[in-house]
């Protein structure tokens, strides 16, 4: 079980890093500032360009429940194995995106979370505390072997 745990760990990693460059390749195609927030680069989005967003975000969220399926043998372990996945996605998502352009700034930028079905905002600390609090319980769960 915990080989599953740190391979899909790498896999949330790796699928974090290939979408923030995505985003960063987005962002310059769309003439973007990478210190602007995505919050005010969305209300300069054509719908079209919003509509594929979603598109892109679907699909993440499919890869995601696709892996959970794969590894997991109950509801219980498909569940939890895909908040682990999404967790490790969500934190390095973060992470890539700081890397390759600084942003975001501060832990208080807000960000559009998700676009489906309508934009989720909120600063950038919040999705990185639920991220890190849901790996805490998961491996506390695991630790007292109800994993």
Not at 25 to 31: D, F, I, W
Not at 88 to 97: C, R
Not at 127 to 142: E, F, N, Q
């Amino acid at each position: 079980m915990i080989e599953n745990f740190l391979l899909l760990a790498l896999f949330g990693i790796a699928m974090a890093h290939f979408e923030g460059v995505v985003v960063v390749y987005l962002r310059k195609a769309l003439g973007i500032v990478d210190s602007e927030s995505n919050k005010v680069s969305l209300d300069k989005l054509p719908k079209r360009y919003i509509f594929i967003e979603q598109t892109r975000e679907a699909a993440t969220i499919l890869m995601l429940v696709i892996i959970a399926f794969l590894v997991g043998q109950t509801w219980f372990e498909k569940i939890i194995a895909f908040l682990w996945t999404f967790a490790f996605w969500d934190l390095f998502y973060y992470l890539s995106l700081y890397l390759l352009i600084k942003w975001p700034p501060k832990l208080t930028t807000v960000d559009v979370l998700f676009l489906i079905p309508r934009p989720w905002i909120a600063p950038v600390w919040f999705p990185i505390g639920i991220s890190t609090i849901t790996i805490i319980i998961i491996v506390l769960l695991y630790l007292f072997h109800v994993l």
